[in-house]
Nanobody, 123 residues
Framework: QVRLVESGGGLVQPGGSLRLSCAAS????????MGWYRQAPGKQREFVAT???????NYADSVKGRFTISRDNAEKMVYLQMNSLKPEDTAVYYC?????????????????WGQGTLVTVSS
């Protein structure tokens, strides 16, 4: 069973920082792009940042210069360092990974999601 598990969310004051982590586990053969998405109350899920297996990164305009995505390929981890947080960053943050996995004796392509971690920015 392949899983993505996020951690690191919580309550932080405006201007503060948080670091989110996401761990991938299971019968994973390789991981291509990993990323973070978020969904604020009453809104659709939106793109935050992605990072390729070669560490190429892409960010939403709303987080450029404040958030940094990174990954540890050996540990199958992806991180999101969030600085200068604003109330509008409040959302459930989801980890995503495009993976090649082994299941029932054959390879499959899987687009996996974590369960989400809540980030609340408020004074």
């Amino acid at each position: 069973q392949v899983r993505l598990v996020e951690s690191g969310g919580g309550l932080v004051q405006p201007g503060g920082s948080l670091r989110l982590s996401c761990a991938a586990s299971g019968t994973i053969l390789s991981i291509n792009t990993m990323g973070w998405y978020r969904q604020a109350p009453g809104k659709q899920r939106e793109f935050v940042a992605t990072i390729t297996s070669g560490s190429g990164t892409n960010y939403a305009d709303s987080v450029k210069g404040r958030f940094t995505i990174s990954r540890d390929n050996a540990e199958k981890m992806v991180y999101l360092q969030m600085n200068s947080l604003k109330p509008e960053d409040t959302a459930v943050y989801y980890c995503n990974a495009e993976m090649k996995v082994l299941g029932f004796g054959s390879r499959h392509t899987l687009d996996a999601w974590g369960q989400g971690t809540l980030v609340t920015v408020s004074s």
